[in-house]
């Protein structure tokens, strides 16, 4: 009679021991398929109507300050060598957004709000020939 119950709640443990890896192996899966999601990262001007989405996207795993700092390091400037200056990438409420689109699967771009005077350090013409630009 012992054993008849130990065998029997050995086999209900297997069978919750199954489900519960099952269940693990699922929310693991979609969380690589949300991590190695593709973010746009553009650049913006509302006061202009200007919108430039960098070439190239960001896996939603690597989207850090330094990734995009990266990406717009290779946007041609008006004077050559120049390191860009963008007073968004220091703003709190940007790292707000940067945790938030790690996080969040309907979040599909990061979008950086420069000023007008900001864009005037980047070329123009090469900028249009490298990024998709909406004005």
């Known amino acids: ?4 119950f130990l065998d029997k709640f050995g086999i209900i443990i297997g069978l919750i021991t199954g489900l519960v890896s099952v269940a693990i192996w699922i929310h ?3 969380k690589e398929s949300r991590d ?3 973010i746009s990262i553009s650049l913006a001007a509302p006061e202009l109507a200007f919108k430039a989405t960098l070439p190239g996207k960001i896996r939603r795993k690597n989207l850090t300050r330094a990734e995009l700092q990266g990406m717009l390091g290779m946007l041609p400037m008006r004077v050559s060598g120049q390191r860009y200056q963008l007073d968004a990438l220091n703003d ?3 790292f707000d957004d940067l945790e938030r689109a790690q ?3 309907d979040i599909k771009e990061i979008e950086i709000v420069c000023q007008p005077q900001e864009l005037e350090q980047f070329d123009e013409q090469r900028l249009a020939q490298v990024c998709e630009v909406n004005e």
Do not use: K, Y
Not at 1 to 4: A, G, K, L
């Open 103 to 105: 996080i969040d699967r």
């Open 28 to 30: 693991l899966l979609r």
């Open 36 to 38: 190695n999601e593709l």
């Open 92 to 94: 709190g409420a940007f």
């Open 1 to 4: 009679m012992t054993w008849d």
